[in-house]
């Protein structure tokens, strides 16, 4: 059709689908990236006790289950040294070893200490973050699977031991 120009209706068309892009999909109203706060939360909720010690050794950051393993309030921990604060922790862990996995008691309890250094770029370590995961049912259960192995092998034994006597006495007898 001579003398029509699409370019208004083209307009018209893409301001509709831009539009609708923007309200129904929120096109620039969400960010793909995480929120700043969101290492915090993960930190503060995680399930595992966890201490961010400093490379003077001091406590500079504890979680809720931290406190609540150690039964103290995080104003008793925090900016105290790890030897004045949790004795027990510092005579059990290394700091300096680098990354370490040990396996020390807190509260009559076993519990798995991981301890990872933080480096900065330059390589150089800044802090060390503690995980403890009390591990008192895992042992438990590796104590049951003992039990049950044990129990298993004396079984499978005395039954192959009885089939064996029965062959090496050549079947028997009175079945014939």
Do not use: W
Request: hydrophobic share 40%; with cysteine; aromatic share 6%.
């Amino acid at each position: 059709i001579k003398g029509l120009d699409p370019t208004p209706l083209a307009f018209v068309v893409t301001n509709v689908a831009y539009l609708g892009a923007m309200t129904r999909f929120k096109l620039l109203q969400s960010t793909p990236t995480p929120s700043r706060n969101a290492p915090r939360l993960a930190f503060e909720r995680m399930g595992l006790a966890a201490i961010v010690i400093d490379r003077n050794e001091f406590i500079v950051e504890v979680n809720d289950a931290a406190c609540e393993l150690f039964d103290m309030e995080p104003e008793n921990l925090l900016g105290n040294s790890c030897e004045e604060a949790l004795p027990s922790l510092q005579a059990s862990i290394n700091l300096t070893e680098g990354p370490a996995d040990q396996i020390i008691s807190i509260s009559e309890a076993p519990h798995r200490a991981v301890v990872t250094p933080v480096t900065d770029p330059y390589n150089r370590t800044v802090s060390y973050i503690v995980t403890l995961t009390d591990i008192s049912g895992y042992l438990r259960r590796q104590e049951q699977l003992r039990v049950l192995n044990r129990t298993f092998r004396h079984n499978v034994r005395t039954k192959l031991q009885l089939l064996v006597g029965i062959e090496a006495d050549g079947g028997v007898k009175g079945s014939e």
